[in-house]
């Protein structure tokens, strides 16, 4: 039986189509959403859904009293920048006011006590504990459209003992390409690794495109959906473009997943490691923004060609994260509560938009 589309996400790819055809160019000004809702026999919020996850991807932008214009553009793989803003906008802060309702982490703390017991003294396999890998698993599945076997993922506590591992497992002979500005401690544990970094500067879609075509790195770390601390992120062309770079010789792209969580799509977000032709994206993600700061859990997606060469660099790493942190949050994670969270934050952020988009048409 063919799954049935709700009508803002056929509508969604339609756009999407025409525009990654080239059937409407980069600069053009979009229909209006009230015309598109008459063309396609839609309801205007319908139409104000697919634009929202069009805008959110990249390939179209709001302007004020203006409506929309298409931003995408392939340039044979490399997208024209805009130059980098003295002093960019829309910068996040880790930490913020989405703390995970404290009642429901207790809760699930005593559960998993009970439920447990001693077993929370054994200590957990080196890449993880296999419930939480399986619960990641599914998330992924559900939410990035990303299908990972539980044996390609690594948990580890926080970000940086993760880019730890991509250095043990890739070399610290390469070099690494990272954005400038970033987080602070990327580069502070790539250098401290003995890692050489080139900065390569951003603008508002993303690393600048005659930086990238100039760098010596083998290895991109790129954070697509919002970098820190300059709040820009990468449009779907740029995206492309890193992928671009990537193909050629023994190159790396290292994605970064930072606060994509509260992307406001309506459906699985499209990863650089799930558009990736190449098994040469790893992918890393935490838990810190999401649920607290203090839940130092965070994960590392390998492709499962490259499974067997990380696994003879880092598998004798003992895992860092308790047995019973990890059952909590794969216990979260499993019984729907992380994506309630999660659901709520969006459509909070979701009506603070749609009233943005309004006022552009």
């Given at each position: 039986?063919?799954?049935?589309?709700?009508?803002?996400?056929?509508?969604?790819?339609?756009?999407?189509?025409?525009?990654?055809?080239?059937?409407?160019?980069?600069?053009?000004?979009?229909?209006?959403?009230?015309?598109?809702?008459?063309?396609?026999?839609?309801?205007?919020?319908?139409?104000?859904?697919?634009?929202?996850?069009?805008?959110?991807e990249?390939?179209?932008?709001?302007?004020?009293?203006?409506?929309?214009?298409?931003?995408?553009?392939?340039?044979?793989?490399?997208?024209v920048s805009a130059p980098p803003e003295a002093e960019p906008r829309g910068a996040s802060v880790p930490g913020g006011e989405r703390t995970?309702?404290?009642?429901?982490?207790?809760r699930t703390m005593r559960?998993?006590?009970?439920?447990?017991?001693?077993?929370?003294?054994?200590?957990?396999?080196?890449?993880?504990?296999?419930?939480?890998?399986?619960?990641?698993?599914r998330y992924l599945g559900?939410?990035?459209?990303?299908?990972?076997?539980?044996?390609?993922?690594?948990?580890?506590a926080g970000a940086e003992y993760l880019y730890g591992l991509v250095v043990e497992a890739l070399g610290a002979d390469r070099v690494f390409a990272i954005e400038s500005p970033s987080y602070e401690k990327i580069e502070q544990v790539y250098r401290a690794r003995g890692v050489t970094c080139e900065l390569l500067?951003?603008?508002?879609?993303?690393?600048?495109?005659?930086?990238?075509?100039?760098?010596?790195?083998?290895v991109l770390h790129i954070t697509p959906y919002r970098s820190f601390p300059s709040g820009v992120t990468a449009t779907a062309s740029k995206r492309a473009e890193y992928l671009k770079w990537a193909e050629a010789g023994d190159r790396f792209v290292v994605e970064d997943d930072f606060e994509s969580e509260f992307s406001l799509l309506r459906k699985p977000e499209e990863t650089v490691f799930t558009a990736a032709e190449k098994d040469n994206v790893i992918y890393l993600n935490t838990f810190s923004r999401t649920i607290s700061p203090s839940l130092r859990i965070g994960y590392m997606v390998i492709p499962e060609s490259?499974?067997?060469?990380?696994?003879?660099?880092?598998?004798?790493?003992?895992?860092?994260?308790?047995?019973?942190?990890?059952?909590?949050l794969a216990s979260l994670v499993d019984s729907g509560d992380f994506e309630r969270h999660i659901n709520r934050i969006r459509r909070e952020e979701r009506r603070k938009t749609q009233e943005e988009i309004r006022q552009c048409t």
């Open positions: 039986m063919k799954e049935h589309k709700p009508a803002y996400l056929e509508l969604y790819e339609t756009l999407r189509e025409e525009i990654r055809r080239g059937d409407r160019a980069a600069g053009e000004r979009l229909t209006s959403r009230r015309q598109l809702a008459r063309d396609y026999g839609l309801s205007v919020v319908t139409v104000e859904h697919s634009l929202e996850l069009l805008c959110q990249g390939y179209i932008e709001a302007r004020p009293r203006s409506g929309y214009y298409i931003i995408y553009q392939a340039e044979d793989g490399f997208a995970f309702p404290f009642s429901v982490l207790a559960r998993v006590l009970t439920d447990y017991g001693e077993a929370l003294m054994s200590k957990p396999p080196n890449q993880g504990c296999e419930e939480l890998r399986r619960a990641i698993s559900r939410n990035r459209g990303m299908q990972v076997r539980p044996e390609c993922i690594y948990v580890g500067p951003l603008g508002r879609n993303g690393i600048q495109s005659a930086a990238l075509r100039r760098t010596r790195a083998s490259r499974l067997d060469a990380f696994r003879a660099k880092i598998g004798f790493y003992s895992c860092t994260v308790p047995a019973f942190e990890q059952y909590v």
